[in-house]
């Protein structure tokens, strides 16, 4: 069994590679004159950078020679990327993440320019944020109360397996959606059955890991009573498939690739339809319902048959559904998003005076029109995509524009090849060279696949080709920001736990403190308190000339320094820690009763005695003071 | 953060590694994330090693100051829990106290000597 793993963030466009000896020897060898070389290489660049005010980003090619397994757990993230750069819930999940980070920065007088994202988003917070809270509710998995339940059959026979309707609460809001959640229970009388809503996470789960094992040639195992909950997660949505169809296939290739193409169809909802009634938008754009829906009603089409060709058996299998169900074909969906793509690139970009002479002709027509009405005039797209492609967005761009960018072109590439996107495991290729991943992260170095697009030849003078570095830059940017979509202005690097290329150089992080080794190399380098979040943060003037702390040598997060007397107890000799971020440090002993003066009871005194967080605080400093309080 | 008490820290050291490294990967990091299989423990150890390298010297110097009063396990995740908790670490508490508790603290602090790390300033 390999120990490699992989992780995609669909966040900010990272993979990540976990793992250990292996990957950690990979990264090792890969140092083309050695650690040491390459580190002061890198800082000598980013010090150059740093003085023209740049971020110096430095992308390794991933070399051909890689341990192995890595392949595999590689060919999984690549799906879960071009996932989130073609499917629209992701994208429109991208959009209002911008349009998040916008209104903070505009909420802290920040600036929002500097972000991509929706005009109204710098002012009206309330309906940007009531959209990420129904994007969340169809998104992630949660927990099945029997009060949520509607109309649930009892189970009273073995194997039974049935959809359950339940009301899903957007979180801090008072909407309820419908959602499905697979009921599977098992031969096993042991076992307890499995609750799985049909939300997007598991569906994207489920479709990656069935397409890795189809790459690779491996079965796909079905779940057994004594299933985890991680088998759920990747299995449940297959599980549940099987036990409706299977018994109407011929083999288990078409089972799969009917399964493929369902997942396909239920995460290409459609967040712009016009509103016909509340059935036809949950079906369109709430993923739990939506799949809850066609895999009964896939029960009333024919099976997927693979006569022709897979590609062709799987369009035509969504096309049947798509008639079954009375909805839009697939296209209308994606050019709606297309054109919300377009839309807000143009806005990010409005910004710029000379960008908006040259956008004013055609921005009544774009962007003052209904969506769908401007989707469905393909005139005006190819004049919005030319003025996008012809002048290449450059300058300074915001935040996420690169991104959107790409998902733009992902998105055409949807419209042209679909079938590419149901079935990964057999355009592997294709796919990998049009949208290549572009950062993987180990261990503090960047790699990346990225090759020339090969877009086919009659398409490709109508598609924007974003320069992979600011492509790779922007993902960066938008990692190192992220925080502002939870309304915080710390490093999305110390955040995610992912370790950044300064760091990984010996520069340290100015937010967490430097030792004394860490700030003679940024001496020596001219680095002063640059990085990527630093650069980012400048050019949204979010560090403004009063907050500039420069930092100091220092001690490091968590370290102990004999720093006197406890100015609450009065004993000498404390030991004081120091937070997280240095640019947020203060003293904080760790004595007993210090943590009841400044953690308890400020709580207490706020009227915070039901807060979990007072419960355990209380707790931790009854039972430290009764157990450890001996000095 | 759940509230604690000393059933649920037995329940912690009762449930094995995998499952205690999946819980240290915080709630806003998997919503955003999408795993290989086993990715999700994988980066649950990432970042107990992460968090270990800054808080270990705090967590060996409380237990060499305290190792006489810890009576039992729970006792122990006590002690490790309130440092980790006084560190404001970013992951949590219960899980990573448990995992330290279950790699054992004479193994995980061999070698480490509570005078090495007080002259950082």
């Not at chain 1, 004595?591 to 007072?614: H, T, W």
Request: proline share 6%.
């Amino acid at each position: 069994m390999t120990s490699l793993h992989g992780e995609f963030d669909f966040e900010h466009l990272v993979c990540s590679l976990l793992g250990s000896s292996e990957l950690r020897e990979f990264g090792a060898r890969d140092a083309i004159l050695g650690e040491w070389a390459d580190a002061n290489m890198f800082l000598g660049e980013a010090g150059r950078r740093a003085r023209r005010g740049e971020d110096y980003v430095y992308v390794r090619r991933l070399p051909t020679t890689k341990p192995a397994g890595l392949d595999r757990k590689l060919f999984h993230e690549r799906i879960h990327y071009w996932q989130s750069m073609s499917t629209p819930i992701l994208q429109y999940g991208m959009i209002l993440r911008l349009d998040r980070m916008k209104t903070a920065a505009h909420a802290k007088h920040a600036s929002y320019k500097a972000i991509a994202g929706n005009y109204y988003a710098r002012e009206d917070g309330r309906r940007v944020d009531d959209a990420w809270q129904q994007f969340q509710a169809t998104f992630g998995t949660f927990s099945i109360t029997e009060d949520m339940i509607r109309g649930g059959d009892q189970i009273d026979y073995p194997t039974a397996t049935a959809l359950l309707f339940t009301e899903r609460h957007a979180v801090g809001s008072s909407q309820i959606l419908p959602a499905y959640v697979a009921l599977m229970a098992y031969e096993d009388p042991e076992s307890v059955p499995t609750l799985l809503p049909l939300t997007a996470a598991p569906l994207l789960e489920g479709f990656a890991y069935a397409s890795e094992l189809l790459f690779s040639g491996e079965p796909i195992p079905r779940l057994t009573g004594d299933r985890s909950e991680e088998d759920e997660r990747y299995l449940g949505c297959w599980e549940f498939w099987c036990r409706l169809h299977k018994h109407r296939y011929r083999n288990d290739e078409e089972l799969t690739l009917g399964f493929l193409a369902a997942v396909d169809l239920a995460l290409n909802a459609d967040f712009f339809s016009s509103a016909r009634d509340g059935e036809w938008v949950y079906e369109q754009r709430h993923i739990a319902y939506r799949f809850g829906k066609i895999v009964y009603r896939a029960l009333g089409v024919d099976p997927l048959r693979v006569d022709g060709g897979s590609d062709a058996a799987v369009i035509e299998y969504q096309h049947a559904l798509i008639r079954n169900s009375g909805w839009d074909p697939l296209s209308e969906s994606l050019r709606k998003m297309a054109v919300c793509l377009a839309q807000t690139i143009l806005f990010s970009s409005a910004y710029e005076q000379e960008l908006t002479q040259v956008i004013g002709p055609i921005w009544r027509g774009l962007v003052e029109r209904p969506l769908d009405e401007v989707a469905r005039d393909p005139g005006r797209l190819e004049e919005a995509w030319s003025l996008i492609r012809e002048r290449n967005l450059t300058g300074s761009p915001p935040i996420g524009r690169a991104v959107l960018c790409t998902m733009l072109e992902a998105c055409l590439l949807r419209l042209m090849q679909p079938a590419w996107f149901a079935l990964p495991h057999l355009h592997a290729d294709e796919l990998g060279r049009n949208l290549p991943l572009p950062i993987m992260v180990l261990d503090g170095h960047y790699y990346s696949s990225h090759v020339a697009p090969d877009w086919p030849e009659e398409f490709a003078s109508s598609l924007i080709t974003s320069a992979p570095s600011s492509f790779m830059e922007d993902i960066v940017a938008l990692l190192a920001m992220s925080p502002l979509v939870r309304d915080d202005v710390s490093c999305g690097f110390l955040d995610n736990f992912v370790r950044c290329q300064y760091v990984r150089a010996g520069a340290g992080c100015p937010l967490k403190g430097l030792s004394p080794e860490e700030s003679g190399v940024r001496t020596e380098h001219g680095l002063g308190s640059w990085c990527h979040w630093r650069y980012n943060a400048e050019g949204m003037q979010l560090v403004g000339a009063e907050a500039k702390v420069e930092p100091q040598p220092g001690p490091q997060h968590g370290q102990i320094v004999n720093n006197g007397t406890c100015s609450i107890c009065r004993s000498a000799d404390v030991p004081v820690m120091y937070r997280r971020f240095g640019l947020l440090a203060r003293p904080e002993p760790s004595c007993p009763q210090c943590i009841y003066n400044f953690l308890v009871e400020p709580m207490r005194s706020a009227g915070r005695k039901d807060d979990p967080e007072y419960k355990v605080l209380e707790q931790f400093a009854k039972l430290r003071k009764r157990s450890f309080f001996k000095r | 953060m759940d509230p604690f008490d000393e059933t649920q820290a037995m329940q912690y050291l009762q449930r094995d590694s995998q499952y205690l490294y999946e819980q240290l990967v915080p709630e806003h990091l998997r919503a955003g994330s999408l795993y290989s299989r086993e990715g999700l423990a994988a980066r649950g150890k990432q970042i107990f090693t992460t968090v270990l390298a800054e808080t270990k010297p705090t967590i060996c110097s409380e237990y060499a100051l305290r190792k006489d009063t810890v009576r039992n396990s729970v006792d122990l995740m006590t002690l490790v829990g309130s440092v980790l908790l006084v560190a404001h670490v970013a992951v949590p508490i219960m899980p990573m106290a448990a995992l330290v508790v279950k790699i054992g603290m004479d193994e995980l602090c061999r070698g480490y000597s509570p005078t090495k790390q007080t002259d950082a300033s």
